[in-house]
């Protein structure tokens, strides 16, 4: 969770921007680095296969105390949630352990065992593992391979001016709790794809402002939310309330990142349709429209004070 | 390289296997975990999938003074070697950079070029990547799919009582350089399935006694190996030459570990066939029989003074 402050160094989304620059692909990659998992056509008849790999490390992640089974859950769900993003069925995961000095057996076995509960629940299979030496810290890696109807694979890019900005369940202070606990949101994603079929959609992991500056960097557009309508958890109220230091509400739902919920955009067309059936199909998760996409590129959020422009910067986890 | 010595912890084979036992599997994982990779049927017409997930870490597969590239070499090349030991063919791999406080993104960049020059040799794609903190030390795992031919897919299970024990290039001393450079053994294993079929595959990656020691053990047989017979690389007979106290060539070659050679089994039949074949086709890689599987379990090794008993145990990461 909280991330490792660094001077002279590149950002991971520009350090990735580089290395994705030349990396070999083949006619067989659909849509390679840069979405939330790789599109691959494996000769799969009416299927593209997703695939995405992630990591979760002691300390940067999660902390040592932590509930081994959460942190388990925590590292197959953020994964799981890529798949989601475009509204895939997640199929097969790979595992490695990077092991700590003196590390706990009981506690490995229990971190697989909150992975295996998720894989259970979600009828993924655990397909094999390696376990490595890494000395300071637990470092648990996640590859996971997914697939999706060629028609029903949702990509970061299509968003279109005029089509209204969703979000799944609420946002900020996702530190308290949420960021162990969280449900990947595939049914959603799956129900959308299937009934309403957004123009685009991403995972909400590096917050809403950094997210949704993929999305509108992709289609060459910008946004304008209105704060009124922002899902602001209400651990990030509270955190607010409890400390000065804290972020202000509004900043925690656009910046803490790891809400690990779904953004999409829709033609405004279907916002009344897709309100009462999203409702009528999953009651437990809040759905909200929160602003609109607009042809001027960035991402400006409307207060009762005025229109504010907001940097697409999300949780950047190398500055 | 050199493995990390720890007191009261499970080994590695040890925990994988307890952790294997609880992994959810669907009716699509043909083999899970305990072969060189798991093998999926993913509704491809023909084929059959191999997923694999690796990692090296500094400090522990290389020092931190390595030259980047090879580090990259030898982070995908390890995966690669496990493709091979089923006959597959990779064809995509996803990566996960853990980085060190202060590192230095030309570093970073030539780690990636080192992966990059081998997955274009092997007309791999490198699909995805993600990055991560690991605070103290460099942690590159790397998730990689492959294919085979249904009928082609060797697994390590298979030899037959009175097969031939084979092995292609040389054993021991891997850590003077052929661990950061290796070539994976792609061609050769593809041509064994092709043309001769062999009874069960391995790579040797922990070690001749430990690697093959799995063989037998599917197999619930054993080998008698012959010592003159061993191709024992020149590094290790000059390192045990060198100093009292490094292993002598003998075992070096049974349990350095890193060769990333194939060990299989054929019947004896095929022997002459094979050798002459073999070395048109493949005039640059040596390949030895080494010994034969034999009815009674256990590893033997004729020496001039008699027959030894070696224990299965290869180069264990966590003891």
Not at 238 to 256: I, V, W
Request: glycine letters at 10%; charged letters at 25%.
């Amino acid at each position: 969770m909280s991330e490792t402050k660094r001077e002279k160094q590149p950002d991971e989304f520009e350090l990735i921007s580089r290395l994705s620059a030349k990396l070999p692909t083949g006619d067989s990659v659909v849509g390679g680095a840069g979405d939330d998992c790789a599109v691959i056509d494996a000769g799969v008849p009416g299927l593209w296969q997703l695939h995405k790999t992630d990591a979760v490390v002691e300390g940067v992640h999660f902390t040592r105390d932590a509930d081994p089974q959460q942190v388990g859950h925590k590292a197959l769900g953020r994964a799981l949630s890529d798949i989601a993003a475009m509204a895939g069925t997640p199929r097969w995961a790979t595992v490695t352990l990077g092991l700590p000095d003196g590390f706990d057996a009981e506690t490995v076995e229990s971190v697989y065992d909150g992975m295996a509960a998720l894989a259970k629940r979600h009828d993924v299979s655990l397909v094999g593992g390696e376990t490595v030496a890494n000395p300071e810290r637990l470092f648990i890696g996640v590859s996971l391979v997914g697939e999706v109807a060629r028609d029903k694979c949702l990509l970061r890019s299509g968003a279109a001016v005029g089509d209204g900005v969703w979000v799944t369940g609420e946002l900020g202070g996702s530190i308290a709790g949420h960021h162990l606990t969280f449900t990947p949101r595939l049914a959603e994603a799956q129900w959308l794809a299937a009934n309403f079929k957004p123009s685009a959609m991403i995972d909400l992991s590096d917050g809403l402002a950094g997210d949704l500056g993929h999305l509108l960097t992709s289609a060459n557009a910008g946004a304008e939310l209105l704060e009124s309508a922002l899902p602001i958890r209400r651990e990030a109220r509270l955190r607010a309330k409890e400390s000065e230091a804290a972020k202000p509400p509004l900043l925690a739902a656009l910046t803490d990142g790891e809400d690990y919920e779904l953004c999409f955009t829709l033609g405004q067309g279907q916002a009344v349709a897709l309100l009462d059936r999203f409702k009528q199909e999953f009651p437990d998760t809040p759905l909200c429209c929160i602003g609109k996409i607009v042809d001027r590129p960035g991402l400006k959020i409307r207060q009762k004070t005025g229109l504010m422009e907001i940097a697409t910067r999300g949780h950047v986890h190398f500055q």
